[in-house]
């Protein structure tokens, strides 16, 4: 049986909760003799800053460098409102991203028949979503310097961001959608502002080579930002593999994630380059944030923290039946009436973060 | 009876259609001595493209400067996908923007009861939702340098856009969103990144000080952009007047938009600063784009036009009596059945664009 070494990353408000319930899937996963998994356990965010004033140590660094996979909790809150900029919580998780080069994000937006009537949406527009968002994560405004604010002669200030990217930085993005197209429907929509930044005017011309030189026999379909958002909230189930850059992706992905009435479902993969002994950097993490105003108190949904643990068997580890295993675990959870106060259905009882995760463990 | 001074930008696709329905309505204003305008019609866009070899003429600047109002259709379309960046159809409208220093965009996102069942969203969501979007229009990531695109080394390319503001720039938006609310509910939402984004550090710590020094009695939340997209689409109602910058403002106030089901029916404003004489500059126009699919065939829904036109009488003419008048025609008409395609109702008898411009001219 082969051992993987994980690092849990916890982090902050919900995260250490729901990183519990993915301890107990593991050991349930070992002891069902699928896979041994050794795990390490590490701050992020606001725990880092409290315990060691820095959102991620060199130390927790090296050793998510080090593991085949890393899971991640949430970061930040509240609490560290006040912390310098350089040092919040979110930075933490930003150099993660950054310095394991983990470009390619993917976060499937996904709407479970059961949880439909959930949606703000009309059901018949919704039931059956299916998207997979393809988010740049290692570039664009979110890393390009400068970066700064400046004070004026006349004592007011100028903020600066940069948005910068260049053709390999699309390139490689581009060839995970269409890689992923490929196994999925076959289509891929690319999101950009060609009209307005030139930053769009490279990314269309890339996406457009890319797909001219590799996947001819794939559709491919440019659409502005804005109208793609407009069109999530039209009509959802136009859309199969959406590739956008790091901030469009961060809004467009999160009004995907809401279209599905079930954020607390909602796991996610960044993943890194492929090297050359065909393994890949990657951490999981749920769409879903910190939550800090419903910490500590057993209410949280886990199933998007477990579907990420899915996601890191099936693109980590290729157990691709032991990830079918979990996800159907998760299914029939809820559907046998298991719901969190965040999926709560008339008439189903409600359950707790840690019976939730009890519920997983019993399936399996 | 004053005389007011138009000028008419039809532009592209359906722009001159719906236009043409503004021209029979100034006319019944006039006759119904309301006001008296004097119109002058002008090119841009790719219409200005084909005439002139530009999107927007210095000629035409000029007019839109001297002009007491200006009224735009839209612009663009896939006939100049092949043209110039500089000199495309977009570019047109961003130089009316800039050059005349139309900082300020306001979107309403109305939902008409009447056609709150168009929305994807459900009737409960979205009936009576009344949304005031402020989008600081001629800063942020559209204007600043550097723009470009170059040729790196190796021969592959490497794109640049620039978000700046300043905050002076922050301030006077803030100052326009702070006055709206005053007017309405009292409650401003401001939607920055400044968790990733300087500017959105700036744009945040400038807002809580306009907040503070003149506007305490009002309510102030911050939200994320990307929560901010997710909200409007679970719970749109939690928002009354909602500010944010050019590129954040561009989605989320199509998000907003596609809410209310009746895109065809936004207006939208584009303010420049008061002047010593108590008048600005203002430019207004459809949220709708050219939609070049159903150009030229009187399928179009002018009701967004002739709702700029209100926006104008109240916004630069000062004349709130007529604006009501002309919006209270609006909701009558399609109240009494009178429908564009795109708000078809199941048994109502659809009508086309001129006819419901002469539904509107009756209702006067
Ligand atoms: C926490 C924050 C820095 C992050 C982002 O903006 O990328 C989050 O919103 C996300 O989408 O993962
Ligand atoms: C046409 C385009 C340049 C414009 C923008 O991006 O501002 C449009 O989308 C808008 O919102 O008015």
Redesign the interface.
């Known amino acids: 049986m082969t051992t993987y070494n994980l690092l849990l990353l916890p982090g902050d408000g919900i995260g250490p909760e729901v990183m519990a319930q993915v301890s107990k899937v593991l050991d349930a996963l070992g002891r069902a003799g699928i896979a041994r998994f050794e795990t390490e356990t590490d701050l992020v965010g606001g725990a880092s800053i409290d315990a060691h004033g820095v959102p991620l140590t060199d130390a927790a660094l090296a050793r998510a460098d080090a593991a085949d996979a890393i899971l991640l909790g949430a970061v ?1 809150g509240p609490k560290w409102n006040g912390v310098a ?1 350089d040092n ?1 919580p ?1 930075a933490g998780l ?1 150099r993660l991203r950054k310095d394991l080069g983990l470009f390619a994000n993917l976060r499937p937006a996904i709407c479970y028949p059961a949880l439909a009537d959930a949606s ?3 059901r018949e ?1 919704v039931e059956g979503l299916d998207i997979m968002i393809v988010r740049e994560l290692t570039g664009g ?2 890393f ?1 310097a400068p ?3 400046t004070v ?1 002669p006349d004592g ?13 930085e699309i390139e490689r993005i581009a060839h995970v959608a269409f890689d992923l197209a490929r196994k999925r429907s076959g289509r891929v929509a690319s999101a950009e ?1 060609h ?5 769009g ?3 269309k011309e890339v996406v457009t080579a890319v797909h001219a030189a590799h996947y001819a026999e794939l559709e491919l379909e440019h659409v502005l ?3 793609c ?2 069109q999530l ?3 959802p189930k136009q859309f199969d593999v959406l590739v956008t850059d790091n ?2 992706g ?3 992905s ?2 995907a ?3 599905t009435g079930s ?1 607390g479902m909602l796991p996610s993969a960044s993943l890194g380059a492929v090297d050359a002994k065909g393994s890949r950097k990657a951490l999981y993490e749920p769409v879903h944030g910190s939550a800090p105003d419903i910490a500590c108190q057993d209410l949280a949904n886990p199933l998007a923290m477990i579907g990420s643990l899915a996601m890191a068997l099936r693109y980590s580890f290729g157990l691709g039946e032991a990830a079918d295993l979990l996800d159907g675990a998760i299914k029939d959870a809820f559907a046998g009436g298991a719901r969190t106060r965040d999926i709560a259905a008339p008439g189903a009882q409600a359950v707790g973060t840690a019976a939730m995760g009890d519920v997983i463990v019993a399936a399996l």
């Open positions: 930040g900029y919040r979110e930003l703000a949406l009309k527009l405004v979110y390009g970066k700064e604010i004026l007011t200030k100028r903020a600066v961001d940069t948005q910068v990217y260049t053709t390999g502002k009209n307005v930044m030139k930053s005017v490279l990314w930002a804005d109208n958002a407009m909230v039209r009509r901030l469009f961060d809004v467009l999160d009004v994630a809401m279209l954020l």
